[in-house]
């Protein structure tokens, strides 16, 4: 699967033409919105797993 990326398309979220939406990554905000519902939510779950077994 490759990432939707086109910086002159000014929509964040681009429909697929098979149903639903995509992030388009040529957005800046589209990377916010990874960041924030992905990557920080894994560091603080993986930071309170280690915690427990600490």
């Given at each position: 699967m490759s990432l939707y990326r086109d910086p002159?398309?000014?929509r964040v979220f681009v429909p697929k033409?098979?149903?639903g939406v995509v992030l388009n990554f040529g957005h800046p905000i589209?990377?916010?919105i990874l960041v924030c519902t992905t990557i920080i939510p894994?560091?603080?779950v993986t930071g309170?797993?280690?915690a427990v077994f600490l």
């Open positions: 002159r398309d000014k033409p098979g149903g589209a990377w916010w894994l560091i603080i309170m797993t280690i």
